[in-house]
């Protein structure tokens, strides 16, 4: 069975910030994708990665996706009290497999 | 804005009872996903369903679980006989393509409550 680990699990910080939360697995997914999650809803998916070193941005998140295809790393600047949320990375194991990590929870404060 | 939708938003049955929890995926998709997850857990994935059959399942999806689209709209998820483990926020989810699940979008959620 496919794991996907996450870290930290817990993160705090003040806005204004800057912060990395990373998502890691032994193995290869064909794609990654990064979702946020707010208590009691589901998850909304933010960016899909599929090539090995791929680097995408979304407004002031960064995603980047690991050569190897068995990491990826979510920045984020500035962070703002609206970033707030679970960040759950998932893997595809090329149609196999469909996991997902057990999330970062950030809390970003005023 | 097409969204996935999902009913019940919460359900609380008896242990042993039959439960049925229904999904409307977005309209021109054509894949079809349940997902659970236990109250301070991970997402954890049941079951795809594409062209009216089952493409994958997990461990979790033993006999108790089914699936089916009866009328080309909804899509559900029967558990046949609910156990105190049930109990989890279940999200359906759907997209068009199969190329590497991208794209998945995720309904609300159904908070199941086995007492």
């Known amino acids: 069975t496919q794991l996907l680990e996450q870290s930290p699990q817990f993160l705090s910080i003040q806005e204004g910030e800057n912060l990395t939360v990373y998502c890691n697995s032994s193995s290869v997914f064909s794609s990654l994708q990064w979702y946020r999650q707010e208590p009691g809803e589901g998850p909304v998916l933010l960016v899909t990665?599929?090539?090995?070193?791929e680097v995408k941005k979304l407004k002031r998140l960064t995603f980047q996706f690991g050569d190897a295809r068995k990491d990826s790393s979510l920045h984020i600047t500035a962070a703002q009290p609206g970033d707030t949320g679970l960040y759950l990375c998932?893997?595809?194991?090329?149609?196999?497999?469909?996991?997902f990590g057990p999330g970062t929870r950030l809390s970003v404060l005023p | 804005e097409p969204e996935v939708t999902q009913t019940p938003s919460h359900q609380v049955t008896q242990m042993g009872q039959e439960v049925i929890l229904r999904c409307v995926p977005i309209?021109?998709?054509?894949?079809f996903y349940w997902y659970r997850q236990i109250l301070g857990q991970k997402v954890e994935f049941l079951v795809s369903f594409y062209n009216n059959e089952i493409s994958e399942k997990s461990e979790i999806f033993d006999d108790q679980f089914s699936v089916e689209r009866p009328d080309g709209s909804n899509f559900t998820l029967k558990i046949r006989s609910t156990k105190l483990e049930d109990s989890a926020m279940y999200f359906c989810a759907s997209n068009l393509e199969r190329i590497s699940y991208n794209e998945q979008f995720f309904g609300p959620g159904t908070r199941l409550t086995v007492l």
């Open positions: 998932a893997g595809d194991d090329y149609g196999q497999n469909f996991v």
């Open positions: 309209s021109n998709h054509l894949y």
């Open positions: 990665v599929v090539t090995g070193g």
